[in-house]
């Protein structure tokens, strides 16, 4: 092997116990025999084979590339990339979030199995459990974010699987991982950790027991909100022997291009995550103090009921997720100062998506939640006076600026 070849395998090689932020930056497969810096993008659907023997040996042995349904350079890169990131052996990258929840239940359930599911989490979520697997016979029971006697209370016999996501959207309420992990494995059963709003920059769920951890790729983890993506992380058991094979049959991968543009968002996610948590915090705490404002949801406020818990698990951070709530007399009033205090504003965008570096704003009540009936929007705590903001790099007081502008303009209180 010539000098410079070894100098390229090396690359792929690093030494043991570098720290998170160098394998957010380092972590993928050797480079190209060209020995480019930045990672190629493989956009290439299948791989010519030496020969025949050679063909069979990979096809049968599911290794090297044969064709990208099964494996492709670029998207294994980022799942080298994911795995070191959340400290699992592996991790299967997905077409986009959605799908990778859907893996999950396509390798984990069948007709008879039970899950138990928080009741906070992303509205698909409960959709895909309570409805799409409903039909197939598998049953769920939706309880309390925080309340860990209710996760108790409902497990059964054929329970499988306990799925959280912390913290939710758009409360942010925070639930113990590793208490989740540690009722979910005395009842024979697994713990699957959405971790979408914390990311492995400021939460690692298997390290705290988590057998699985699933991604929407699509929001911090792209950082620009440019591609859908998704992954499980992992044991190689679960990774490698359950989901590669479903993932081959079902084929919801992730396009390299998409895998490409993740990978280069995960270089620059412990820098993003920590700027937009910190401005999150300084833009909940001004909130705080508004008069306008009745209540304020930020897990790194002292006011949050679940504080100690968020900074324990999130590293000291809060995330860059938070809500705030109107003062008003009726769900009407609540509705129109929500609506004026968005449509007032003029640097953030009005959208539903979060994890950008454009701070989003967005009205959960008739969009995130807008298909819910009024009776299960109150029980979910969803107002109609109720804001949430993802709040971006943009310079903090720019973001604060942009909110006053309706809230020093609303008309009745
Ligand atoms: C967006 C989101 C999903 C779904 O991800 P997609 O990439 O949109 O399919 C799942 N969970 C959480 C917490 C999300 O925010």
Request: with cysteine; net charge negative.
């Given at each position: 092997?010539?000098?410079?070849?070894?100098?390229?395998?090396?690359?792929?090689?690093?030494?043991?116990?570098?720290?998170?932020?160098t394998?957010?930056v380092?972590?993928?497969?050797a480079?190209s025999?060209h020995?480019?810096?930045?990672?190629?993008l493989?956009?290439?659907?299948?791989?010519?084979?030496?020969?025949?023997?050679?063909?069979?040996?990979r096809?049968?042995?599911?290794?090297?590339?044969?064709?990208?349904?099964?494996?492709?350079?670029?998207?294994?890169?980022l799942?080298?990339?994911?795995?070191?990131m959340?400290?699992?052996?592996?991790?299967?990258?997905?077409?986009?979030?959605?799908s990778?929840?859907?893996?999950?239940?396509?390798?984990?359930?069948?007709?008879?199995?039970?899950?138990?599911?928080?009741?906070?989490?992303?509205?698909?979520?409960?959709?895909?459990?309570?409805?799409?697997?409903?039909?197939?016979?598998?049953?769920?029971?939706?309880?309390?974010?925080t309340?860990?006697?209710?996760?108790r209370?409902?497990?059964?016999?054929?329970?499988?699987?306990?799925?959280?996501?912390?913290?939710?959207?758009?409360?942010?309420?925070?639930?113990?991982?590793?208490?989740?992990?540690?009722?979910?494995?005395?009842?024979?059963?697994?713990?699957?950790?959405?971790?979408?709003?914390?990311?492995?920059?400021?939460?690692?769920?298997?390290?705290?027991?988590?057998?699985?951890?699933?991604?929407?790729?699509?929001?911090?983890?792209?950082?620009?909100g440019?591609?859908?993506?998704g992954?499980?992380?992992?044991?190689?058991?679960?990774?490698?022997?359950?989901?590669?094979?479903?993932?081959?049959?079902?084929?919801?991968?992730?396009?390299?291009?998409?895998?490409?543009?993740?990978?280069?968002?995960?270089?620059?996610?412990?820098?993003r995550?920590?700027?937009?948590?910190?401005?999150?915090?300084?833009?909940?705490?001004?909130?705080?103090?508004?008069?306008?404002?009745?209540?304020?949801?930020?897990p790194?406020?002292?006011s949050?009921p679940?504080?100690?818990?968020?900074?324990?698990q999130?590293s000291?951070?809060?995330g860059?997720?938070?809500?705030?709530?109107?003062?008003?007399?009726?769900?009407?009033?609540?509705?129109?100062?929500?609506?004026?205090i968005?449509?007032?504003?003029?640097?953030?965008?009005?959208?539903t998506?979060?994890?950008?570096?454009?701070?989003?704003?967005?009205?959960?009540?008739?969009?995130?939640h807008?298909?819910?009936?009024?009776?299960?929007r109150?029980?979910?705590?969803?107002?109609?006076?109720?804001i949430?903001?993802?709040?971006?790099?943009?310079?903090?007081?720019?973001?604060?600026?942009?909110?006053l502008?309706?809230?020093?303009?609303?008309?009745?209180?």
């Amino acid at each position: 092997m010539s000098h410079d070849e070894e100098r390229r395998l090396q690359r792929a090689q690093l030494p043991e116990g570098l720290r998170p932020e160098t394998l957010a930056v380092r972590t993928a497969l050797a480079p190209s025999q060209h020995g480019e810096n930045s990672e190629a993008l493989f956009l290439t659907s299948t791989f010519v084979q030496p020969n025949a023997e050679e063909s069979a040996r990979r096809f049968a042995a599911s290794e090297d590339f044969t064709y990208s349904r099964t494996s492709n350079p670029t998207v294994r890169s980022l799942e080298a990339r994911l795995a070191a990131m959340e400290g699992t052996e592996a991790a299967i990258a997905t077409s986009t979030g959605m799908s990778a929840i859907l893996l999950v239940c396509m390798g984990l359930l069948k007709a008879g199995d039970h899950v138990v599911c928080s009741r906070s989490v992303f509205g698909s979520t409960i959709n895909l459990f309570a409805k799409e697997f409903g039909k197939f016979g598998v049953e769920t029971s939706f309880v309390s974010q925080t309340d860990l006697q209710e996760w108790r209370d409902a497990i059964r016999p054929n329970t499988r699987l306990f799925f959280a996501e912390t913290p939710t959207n758009p409360l942010t309420e925070v639930c113990d991982i590793r208490a989740l992990a540690d009722m979910a494995h005395a009842a024979g059963a697994m713990l699957v950790v959405d971790n979408t709003y914390a990311t492995p920059a400021l939460q690692q769920p298997a390290k705290m027991g988590a057998d699985l951890v699933m991604h929407s790729a699509t929001k911090f983890m792209d950082g620009q909100g440019r591609v859908m993506a998704g992954a499980l992380c992992g044991s190689n058991a679960l990774i490698k022997d359950v989901f590669g094979p479903v993932m081959r049959t079902l084929g919801m991968v992730l396009a390299p291009f998409n895998a490409w543009v993740i990978l280069k968002g995960l270089e620059t996610l412990n820098l993003r995550m920590r700027a937009q948590s910190e401005s999150a915090l300084a833009v909940a705490k001004w909130l705080e103090a508004r008069p306008e404002v009745a209540r304020v949801y930020c897990p790194s406020l002292p006011s949050h009921p679940q504080h100690e818990l968020a900074m324990r698990q999130q590293s000291g951070q809060g995330g860059a997720v938070l809500s705030f709530e109107l003062r008003a007399d009726s769900p009407e009033a609540a509705r129109a100062a929500a609506f004026h205090i968005i449509d007032s504003t003029r640097v953030l965008s009005i959208a539903t998506n979060l994890g950008d570096t454009k701070s989003i704003i967005t009205h959960p009540a008739t969009t995130s939640h807008g298909r819910l009936s009024e009776a299960q929007r109150q029980a979910a705590g969803i107002s109609q006076g109720l804001i949430r903001l993802s709040v971006g790099l943009e310079h903090v007081d720019d973001i604060t600026d942009d909110l006053l502008r309706g809230l020093s303009t609303l008309k009745s209180l």
